[in-house]
């Protein structure tokens, strides 16, 4: 034996065809073990968010897997009133593509573009789930981004990201020191899986001049009946008429930010869309219920420093759990940074959403006069 998993091991000697090399899925004449490039920094992510229909659950998961790193990582946040627990895992990534577990974390792909299941197991921060996310709006495919001449440092091709997202919705129970809730109905949650090179990846080490955080803009999260705003999107339930997506042109935004910690708390914004129309959403954060993303890896970890794709060392799984009554600490864990809101649009149609932000950065962005953004 080599130290490897008993999978790994069994499919050693047949390197480098792997498992999903038995189903019919190849788009090229290499096996999927074979990276279409050979940048270290390649990923394939997924990403959720979701909570309960009242309000008093918020719960983020990622994870990601570096095929030219052999590297594979995941991280659970469970926020529960301010009562904010991370968990986070790392192993080698190995011959089987199609097991998504690391650690306790332990996604299950169901139906792709359908349904996914989400599992936590239990683990030293005493928080476990079990959700099943049923997708309700129509994926569409995002179109990678890339232009040779912008790549960093001249003359490299620059990163590229594609991809697509939805909403769902969200059923299944959350355990918080072995008291068990079940999510009422109208629990909701919104997803994405991306592909492609950089958005981090190593972290300063790797980042070849480029960027870390994913700008100052942050984005927001938001499903009404009738429509579902996602960043950049307008997405439409199944069997809507409208096909595919709108395009939301840049918005106008007014921030309110906590005065001690320049963390998020309200905002009124406005988007525009490419018929001339125009929705204000009206956003306001939601007691302490919010995600704070360097838990799992963005911009590095509060305590560690490790950034998403740069730990190298054995399996592990760590954690920590934080009480967000207190400044300090909301100061200290800050940065990717999803608030759950109370969304009232002005039509009077009020739901729960996510608005995300890069704390300070958008408080910074605010107060310099940056266009498109103002206090409130």
């Known amino acids: ?79 529960v009133r301010g009562r904010h627990s991370a968990v986070r895992s790392f192993r080698r990534l190995g011959a089987d593509r199609a ?9 299950q792909v169901v139906r792709g573009l359908r349904e996914w299941r989400f599992v936590l197991e239990p683990n ?25 001449a912008t790549g960093l440092p001249p003359g490299r091709r620059g990163d590229v990201t594609s991809g697509f997202e939805s909403f769902g ?3 299944g129970w959350v355990e918080i020191d072995g008291s068990r809730t079940t999510l009422a109905p109208g629990s909701i949650g919104t997803r994405d899986r991306h592909w492609g090179t950089g958005r981090g990846v190593g972290g300063p080490a790797m980042s070849l001049g480029g960027r870390l955080h994913v700008g100052t803009n942050g984005n927001a999260f938001v499903a009404f009946p009738d429509r579902a705003l996602w960043g950049d999107r307008l997405f439409y339930r199944f069997g809507d008429p409208r096909k ?68 190298d060392g054995p399996d592990l799984t760590e954690g920590e759990t934080f009480d967000l009554h207190r400044p300090e600490t909301r100061i200290g864990i800050r940065g990717l940074d999803e608030h759950l809101c109370r969304v009232t649009r002005d039509d009077g149609t009020t739901v729960l959403g996510i608005y995300q932000t890069i704390d300070p950065l958008a408080y910074e962005a605010c107060v310099s006069g940056r266009p498109g953004w103002d206090l409130l």
């Open 1 to 79: 034996m080599n130290g490897l998993p008993i999978d790994d091991e069994h499919f050693a000697e047949q390197f480098p065809l792997s498992p999903l090399d038995d189903h019919l899925i190849h788009q090229t004449p290499d096996p999927v073990r074979v990276m279409w490039t050979g940048d270290p920094r390649a990923y394939d992510r997924y990403w959720m968010v979701a909570h309960d229909a009242g309000g008093d659950i918020l719960i983020a998961a990622g994870g990601s897997f570096y095929p030219n790193l052999d590297r594979a990582e995941a991280y659970a946040v469970v926020n």
């Open 99 to 107: 097991d998504l577990r690391v650690g306790p974390i332990a996604p």
């Open 124 to 148: 030293e921060q005493g928080v476990a789930y079990d959700l099943t996310f049923t997708d309700t709006t129509r994926q569409v495919f995002r179109e990678p981004l890339s232009n040779s």
């Open 169 to 171: 919705d969200v059923s």
């Open 244 to 311: 595919g997506f709108e395009k939301v042109l840049k918005p106008t935004r007014r921030l309110r930010f906590e005065p001690d910690t320049q963390v998020f708390t309200e905002a009124v914004v406005d988007y525009r869309f490419g018929d001339g129309s125009i929705d204000r959403l009206h956003y306001e954060k939601i007691g302490q219920q919010t995600a704070f993303l360097r838990c799992g890896m963005y911009g590095g970890t509060p305590d560690g420093d490790i950034h998403q794709g740069s730990y």
